[in-house]
């Protein structure tokens, strides 16, 4: 796949780089999710309530959200063959922090900035539609976008290995190495593009806020997807709390290998990108989210079914990742020139959701058990299939 060239360097998104970026995306993404799985390891290992523990993972997506805020809309603003390898480097910095943690309310300190850093899955996405062709865009982003969900999905899954067999503090040490790794790499692959805007910081921070403002299919894009991230975000963080309990009673490592399961989500990515490509966007999110409804019945009936349990993540994390990929790529069609900040406000949103979503998870579980997070799952699915009918035929469709 060949693009045109400029004097600052080639603008091509080759099978390599498309790769690379996946693979840098996907572990960059994953860092927030490294605590997912091992809530009660952490727990008792710094001697903090487990109700303490579960906000780790609220933490997180609140850092994120707002690093997503801060730093990705630099991507329309900075070279970002710098930019990506610094915002790497930071992330580092905070990996190694959570892995010596003497304390609970350290680690949630540090994992706060561990959210605050690890965005440059953020800004490697819009990046990857700057690169590529507008005949193979969708497919483009959604390799990329796949990354990033084989990175949340997989973590789990190695996170809960690893800290069975050294301790949960090895897997953030790890990550450290990994990520410098990316930044090297990605440093000597980026090509050097000029910046797509010379406005000073302040104004482009506000100029994401006057995206939103300018484009009403890009608010009605960030109702479903808060909403889709709410729900993926409260049904693992309350699978976790399913899984370590009775009839189940799985050990660190096995409620990780669940993540597994959802792998489908990347395949449903690249396939969800084509299906734009071929103008068929709005009518394939309704049907995902027909889908995610019917998730959250089977997960209904998954109290003491690991089949059934296999089953709901499996169409849930398939049909999540479609609907995402779905979204980001028709908001990369309204602006060229705005595509980080468009990106900002995107994943800003999903985010702030995926917090509300993994706080509800805690407060749900308590309050009724697995049965009310699959309701209120069910909840969530009725509310965004309103949204997108009465969007599909005006507000969703995507128009500059």
């Known amino acids: 796949m060949t693009g045109t060239t400029t004097s600052t360097g080639p603008r091509t998104m080759t099978r390599g780089l498309t790769f690379l970026?996946?693979?840098?995306?996907?572990?960059a993404v994953g860092n927030l999710y490294w605590a997912q799985p091992l809530l009660g390891t952490i727990a008792a290992d710094l001697h903090a309530p487990p109700g303490t523990a579960?906000?780790?993972?609220?933490a997180t997506q609140l850092g994120y959200a707002a690093g997503i805020l801060l730093f990705v809309p630099?991507?329309?603003?900075?070279?970002?063959?710098?930019?990506?390898?610094?915002?790497?480097l930071c992330a580092a910095a905070a990996l190694v922090l959570c892995a010596?943690?003497?304390?609970?309310?350290?680690l949630l300190v540090a994992i706060t900035l561990l959210g605050l850093t690890t965005v440059s899955g953020q800004i490697l996405t819009p990046l990857a539609g700057d690169l590529a062709d507008d005949a193979h865009r969708g497919r483009t982003v959604g390799t990329v976008a796949s990354g990033i969900v084989v990175g949340i999905l997989t973590s789990r899954t190695i996170a809960g290995l690893v800290a069975d067999l050294a301790g949960w503090r090895a897997i953030y040490l790890a990550a450290a190495v990994i990520t410098v790794l990316s930044a090297a790499l990605l440093h000597r692959a980026v090509p050097v593009l000029e910046p797509k805007t010379r406005i000073a910081y302040p104004a482009l921070i506000a100029s994401v806020a006057a995206?939103?403002?300018?484009?009403?299919?890009?608010?009605?894009?960030?109702?479903?997807?808060?909403?889709?991230?709410?729900?993926f975000t409260m049904f693992w963080t309350a699978l976790t709390f399913l899984l370590s309990s009775p009839p189940f009673g799985y050990p660190t490592w096995i409620i990780g290998l669940f993540g597994l399961a959802g792998l489908a989500g990347a395949a449903a990515a690249q396939r969800a990108g084509r299906l734009h490509d071929r103008g068929l966007s709005l009518p394939a999110t309704g049907v995902a989210w027909v889908v995610i409804l019917l998730a959250f019945v089977v997960a209904a009936f998954a109290r003491h079914s690991v089949i059934l349990v296999v089953v709901a993540v499996l169409l849930l994390d398939a049909a999540l990742q479609a609907v995402n990929i779905l979204n980001q790529t028709?908001?990369?069609?309204?602006?060229?020139?705005?595509?980080?900040?468009?990106?900002?406000?995107?994943v800003t949103g999903i985010f702030l959701g995926g917090a509300a979503g993994s706080a509800a998870a805690t407060?749900?579980?308590?309050?009724?058990?697995?049965?009310?997070?699959?309701?209120?799952?069910?909840?969530?699915?009725?509310?965004?299939?309103?949204?997108?009918?009465?969007?599909?035929?005006?507000?969703?469709?995507p128009a500059g």
């Open 363 to 397: 407060v749900l579980w308590n309050a009724g058990g697995w049965t009310a997070v699959t309701v209120a799952g069910m909840a969530l699915s009725c509310l965004a299939l309103l949204i997108w009918a009465l969007g599909r035929r005006g507000p969703l469709i």
């Open 100 to 106: 010596v943690a003497p304390s609970i309310e350290f």
């Open 330 to 346: 028709r908001l990369f069609a309204l602006s060229h020139e705005a595509r980080s900040r468009l990106n900002t406000a995107y």
């Open 54 to 58: 579960g906000w780790l993972i609220t």
């Open 74 to 88: 630099l991507g329309d603003r900075l070279d970002r063959r710098r930019l990506i390898p610094v915002m790497l």
């Open 211 to 231: 995206v939103v403002v300018k484009f009403p299919s890009v608010r009605w894009t960030l109702a479903l997807a808060a909403t889709g991230f709410a729900a």
């Open 21 to 27: 970026f996946a693979v840098a995306a996907g572990a």
